[in-house]
């Protein structure tokens, strides 16, 4: 149970790390 609530905010952690990089390429190439 403790590891499947690790992968579970593991995998949180992972998606707001993909979203906000997400959000910086944009804003990137925006700039470009």
Not at 1 to 29: A, C, D, N, P, W
Request: aromatic share 4%.
């Amino acid at each position: 149970m403790k590891l499947s609530k690790s992968t579970q905010l593991r995998k949180e952690i992972t998606q707001q790390y993909e979203k906000e990089m997400g959000m910086e390429k944009q804003e990137m190439v925006d700039e470009v």
